[in-house]
Every structure is written in structure tokens, then in C-alpha cells.
């Protein structure tokens, strides 16, 4: 069965829900606050979070944003109290599978609990398969594009892979850098090793180092056993840090140690360990400013600015936008959506009209939303996301009458799809909760059970 996390400060309330879970067959641990709720998190295996809003050390709804920087496929769900919407709203934002009214909604929880497990084990099942297939094929040839930029950045990771030189990747949010620090991998002599990766930006200072050095038992409150840090699981291996800019100025001096001397210490020992591995970083912030502004170590700039590529954003690649959106389509049809054969010339058009700011991340998950709301075999234009199937239009005039229109159809087709379910909708519609209670009274959108 699963590990339940059950955060709730209310002794009779915690115990009420921990016994009725251990009927239902689950692994129950049980914290009375945020600070207690984390540290299980971190020490044992969690697959779900049931979660009250109002502990005695802080927000539950805090406490989601925390838990799922760190651990993205752990499911959390709320438990509200009547009608307070902000508190659900938020969390829905902070990543949240769902929420629960405090007694109102007693006979919702286990059903509610059931499918956040099937989303935890999904998540994790096509994790592993992209992280097998990552093995497999993420090589240079994998990297989809042809136009000049992306060509020289190809050609200069393709020359650094061999050696053991230190790379940093450059790039905007979305613009494919881990999948660059995969192929740098797998093109490397140490392909047959593991590569890790760690975004810097997901962890406190302290759990930070904690993963990145490992700890000893006994070195913090919460460390009950000895714990490998990445640094040592990627021994004769890659590492890859993505984020880098977001590491604290304390751990740059502790990781610059690892390029200078190969050798570092766990926290809480005084044991030297040696390692043998490859650092490929990235950011996506302007490092010499960050120098500037005492952000950033001017040392550890230069170790890791031995050979420094530049990947493009989409919008100065427009010649690839085309390839990148028919592999996606591609890629999503296989197993799912395969009714759905390919897009009109105006989709793919409206598509190259759009400047892109989330990169390759937000195309990839254009195609999928279009592909959640289309019933036909091609997608159209009407099938976009709302906030694209104008914007990109230089001059045509569009009244706010179509435009609500459009927005009214796209938010039916997406309750349609979720079989009205107004939470999963919020999310694929990239709104918050309320915003769309209000646009379903705004326009009309009835009922859908």
C-alpha cells in the first residue's frame, strides 16, 4: 500500500483520520506541525500529504510550497476550513492535488486519496521511462532544431563531451538545458556512470547541503541514519546543477572545494571523502552581475567557466518551432490523444506568431493542452489556449465580445474534459480556483457531472 503523511494538530482529529487510513491498509505517519511534517518527509518514504491549513508553527499552505520544491511527486491535500477559498486557492497554486472542507466533506476523502495515488504512481511511472529513455537517446542527434544558434551550441557541447572539463550552460528558463547536460553525458567516457541532477533553487540552505554533501547520523535533529549526498552518488559519473545562481555563498566556498580538490566532507563529520566526478552547471541569471552585487564568487565562476555555451531562447529560433511542435505532437500521440493525427497550417502557423517566453518547456505544454481539448483528428487554431489564439494577431481588430467567446468554449471543452472537475480544470487552464468559479458564473457554463 502507500505512506500517508497526516499533518493535523488536533489529537482527536489526527487520530480519527490515522485510524480510519489504517483500515483502508496505509502506512500512516502523523506530525502536529510544519516543522515535525517536514522532517518525516524528509526520512521516510511519503507518497501522500493530508494536510490541515492552520498548525501551530505555521501555514499548511506554506508548508505544500515547501514540500513540493523538494519532493514533486509527493501528492498534498487540503484540509480547509467551510468556505474559506483563499486558503484552497493558494494551495492549489503552491501544487496541491485538491482540497477538503473540515467535515463537510468526510465521505470525499478516501476517493480523493485514491486518485491522488494513482497520479503519484503515473507520475513516477513516466518518470522513469523519460529518465530510460533519457539513457538511451539523449544524444546530440536528439536535439531537435537546425537553425544556426542551436547548430553552434550543438557543436561546441559536442567538442567539450569527451574531456572532463567543467561546462556551464547558459540559457533562459525552458530552453532545454538539461537535456544539453544529458547528451553532453551520454557523448562523454563516462556514459556507462550515472548522472545526477539537482536544481539548486528547489532546497533551503540546509537541505541543500545535505543533498549535494550527504550527512552523519546524528549531525541535525532529523538525521537518524548516514545519508550519501549527489556529490558521491555521481562518483565517475556527471552531476548536473541546474541553478546555480541559487546556491548560498557559504555552500559555493564548501562545492569549490570539490573542483579545486576533488574531496569534500559529509555534514556534522570531519572525514575527508575523495570523488572523481564531471560538474555540468546551468542558470539562467546573468552571472558577472551577480559577481558584481557580491552574489555570486568570482572563483567559482571561473572553475566552472572553462567552456560556457549559450542556448538560445525559441523566439530567435523561429526555423525550429515548427520541427520541435510536430516532435511533441508526435511524442504525446503515442499513448494517448491518438485520434489526433496532426495540425492545420494555421495551428502551426499561430504557433510561429507567439514569442515564446516560457522556451521549449511552454510549447511543449501548448501541444498539450490543445491536444486535452480536441475531439477531432487535427488541431485548429480554436484549440490553443485562449491567451494565444489572439495575442500573436499584429492587425487584426478583435472585439471583447469574440474574445470571451472563445475563452467561454475553451473553458467548457476543458470541464468537459476533466468531467467537471473545477480543480483539475483550474490547473490545466493555468488560473486560480476562484478566478474560475467566477468566469462560470460570468458566462453561463452550467453544471458538469
Given at each position: 500500500?502507500?505512506?500517508?503523511?497526516?499533518?493535523?494538530?488536533?489529537?482527536?482529529?489526527?487520530?480519527?483520520?490515522?485510524?480510519?487510513?489504517?483500515?483502508?491498509?496505509?502506512?500512516?505517519?502523523?506530525?502536529?506541525?510544519?516543522?515535525?511534517?517536514?522532517?518525516?518527509?524528509?526520512?521516510?518514504?511519503?507518497?501522500?500529504?493530508?494536510?490541515?491549513?492552520?498548525?501551530?508553527?505555521?501555514?499548511?499552505?506554506?508548508?505544500?510550497?515547501?514540500?513540493?520544491?523538494?519532493?514533486?511527486?509527493?501528492?498534498?491535500?487540503?484540509?480547509?476550513?467551510?468556505?474559506?477559498?483563499?486558503?484552497?486557492?493558494?494551495?492549489?497554486?503552491?501544487?496541491?492535488?485538491?482540497?477538503?472542507?473540515?467535515?463537510?466533506?468526510?465521505?470525499?476523502?478516501?476517493?480523493?486519496?485514491?486518485?491522488?495515488?494513482?497520479?503519484?504512481?503515473?507520475?513516477?511511472?513516466?518518470?522513469?521511462?523519460?529518465?530510460?529513455?533519457?539513457?538511451?537517446?539523449?544524444?546530440?542527434?536528439?536535439?531537435?532544431?537546425?537553425?544556426?544558434?542551436?547548430?553552434?551550441?550543438?557543436?561546441?557541447?559536442?567538442?567539450?563531451?569527451?574531456?572532463?572539463?567543467?561546462?556551464?550552460?547558459?540559457?533562459e528558463t525552458g530552453t532545454g538545458k538539461e537535456v544539453f547536460a544529458?547528451?553532453?553525458?551520454?557523448?562523454?567516457?563516462?556514459?556507462?556512470?550515472?548522472?545526477?541532477?539537482?536544481?539548486?533553487?528547489?532546497?533551503?540552505?540546509?537541505?541543500?547541503?545535505?543533498?549535494?554533501?550527504?550527512?552523519?547520523?546524528?549531525?541535525?535533529?532529523?538525521?537518524?541514519?548516514?545519508?550519501?549526498?549527489?556529490?558521491?552518488?555521481?562518483?565517475?559519473?556527471?552531476?548536473?546543477?541546474?541553478?546555480?545562481?541559487?546556491?548560498?555563498?557559504?555552500?559555493?566556498?564548501?562545492?569549490?572545494?570539490?573542483?579545486?580538490?576533488?574531496?569534500?566532507?559529509?555534514?556534522?563529520?570531519?572525514?575527508?571523502?575523495?570523488?572523481?566526478?564531471?560538474?555540468?552547471?546551468?542558470?539562467?541569471?546573468?552571472?558577472?552581475?551577480?559577481?558584481?552585487?557580491?552574489?555570486?564568487?568570482?572563483?567559482?565562476?571561473?572553475?566552472?567557466?572553462?567552456?560556457?555555451?549559450?542556448?538560445?531562447?525559441?523566439?530567435?529560433?523561429?526555423?525550429?518551432?515548427?520541427?520541435?511542435?510536430?516532435?511533441?505532437?508526435?511524442?504525446?500521440?503515442?499513448?494517448?490523444?491518438?485520434?489526433?493525427?496532426?495540425?492545420?497550417?494555421?495551428?502551426?502557423?499561430?504557433?510561429?506568431?507567439?514569442?515564446?517566453?516560457?522556451?521549449?518547456?511552454?510549447?511543449?505544454?501548448?501541444?498539450?493542452?490543445?491536444?486535452?481539448?480536441?475531439?477531432?483528428?487535427?488541431?485548429?487554431?480554436?484549440?490553443?489556449?485562449?491567451?494565444?489564439?489572439?495575442?500573436?494577431?499584429?492587425?487584426?481588430?478583435?472585439?471583447?465580445?469574440?474574445?470571451?467567446?472563445?475563452?467561454?468554449?475553451?473553458?467548457?471543452?476543458?470541464?468537459?474534459?476533466?468531467?467537471?472537475?473545477?480543480?483539475?480544470?483550474?490547473?490545466?487552464?493555468?488560473?486560480?480556483?476562484?478566478?474560475?468559479?467566477?468566469?462560470?458564473?460570468?458566462?453561463?457554463?452550467?453544471?458538469?457531472?
Amino acid at each position: 500500500m502507500a505512506n500517508v503523511l497526516l499533518v493535523e494538530d488536533e489529537q482527536d482529529v489526527r487520530q480519527l483520520l490515522k485510524r480510519m487510513l489504517s483500515l483502508e491498509g496505509f502506512t500512516v505517519f502523523d506530525a502536529g506541525s510544519c516543522k515535525a511534517a517536514f522532517n518525516i518527509v524528509e526520512n521516510e518514504n511519503i507518497d501522500l500529504v493530508l494536510c490541515d491549513v492552520k498548525l501551530p508553527d505555521g501555514s499548511g499552505v506554506d508548508l505544500i510550497r515547501q514540500i513540493k520544491a523538494a519532493y514533486q511527486y509527493i501528492e498534498i491535500i487540503l484540509i480547509t476550513a467551510y468556505g474559506n477559498i483563499p486558503d484552497s486557492v493558494q494551495a492549489i497554486k503552491n501544487g496541491a492535488f485538491d482540497y477538503i472542507i473540515k467535515a463537510n466533506d468526510n465521505e470525499r476523502i478516501l476517493p480523493l486519496l485514491y486518485r491522488a495515488l494513482e497520479n503519484v504512481k503515473l507520475q513516477k511511472r513516466v518518470a522513469q521511462l523519460e529518465k530510460a529513455a533519457a539513457g538511451r537517446y539523449a544524444n546530440f542527434d536528439a536535439i531537435i532544431g537546425h537553425s544556426t544558434l542551436i547548430e553552434e551550441a550543438k557543436t561546441l557541447a559536442n567538442l567539450a563531451a569527451p574531456t572532463n572539463a567543467p561546462v556551464l550552460l547558459l540559457g533562459e528558463t525552458g530552453t532545454g538545458k538539461e537535456v544539453f547536460a544529458q547528451a553532453i553525458h551520454t557523448a562523454s567516457k563516462r556514459n556507462t556512470k550515472t548522472f545526477l541532477g539537482l536544481n539548486c533553487g528547489a532546497f533551503s540552505k540546509e537541505l541543500l547541503e545535505s543533498e549535494l554533501f550527504g550527512h552523519k547520523a546524528g549531525a541535525f535533529t532529523s538525521a537518524s541514519k548516514d545519508k550519501k549526498g549527489l556529490i558521491e552518488e555521481a562518483h565517475e559519473g556527471t552531476l548536473f546543477l541546474d541553478e546555480i545562481g541559487e546556491m548560498p555563498p557559504d555552500l559555493q566556498v564548501k562545492f569549490l572545494r570539490v573542483l579545486e580538490t576533488g574531496t569534500f566532507i559529509k555534514v556534522g563529520d570531519t572525514k575527508q571523502i575523495k570523488v572523481n566526478v564531471r560538474i555540468i552547471a546551468a542558470t539562467n541569471r546573468n552571472l558577472q552581475q551577480e559577481i558584481q552585487e557580491g552574489k555570486f564568487r568570482e572563483d567559482l565562476f571561473y572553475r566552472l567557466n572553462l567552456v560556457t555555451i549559450h542556448l538560445p531562447p525559441l523566439r530567435k529560433r523561429q526555423q525550429d518551432i515548427p520541427l520541435l511542435a510536430d516532435f511533441f505532437l508526435k511524442k504525446l500521440t503515442q499513448d494517448a490523444y491518438q485520434h489526433v493525427k496532426g495540425m492545420t497550417p494555421a495551428f502551426a502557423d499561430r504557433l510561429q506568431q507567439n514569442d515564446w517566453r516560457g522556451n521549449i518547456r511552454e510549447l511543449r505544454n501548448v501541444i498539450e493542452r490543445s491536444l486535452l481539448v480536441c475531439s477531432g483528428s487535427q488541431l485548429n487554431v480554436d484549440h490553443l489556449p485562449v491567451e494565444l489564439q489572439y495575442t500573436s494577431l499584429k492587425s487584426k481588430s478583435i472585439s471583447a465580445f469574440d474574445l470571451a467567446s472563445v475563452e467561454r468554449l475553451h473553458i467548457q471543452r476543458v470541464l468537459q474534459y476533466t468531467k467537471g472537475n473545477k480543480a483539475q480544470a483550474a490547473k490545466l487552464l493555468n488560473i486560480g480556483i476562484a478566478t474560475l468559479y467566477r468566469k462560470i458564473e460570468e458566462y453561463g457554463i452550467g453544471a458538469l457531472e
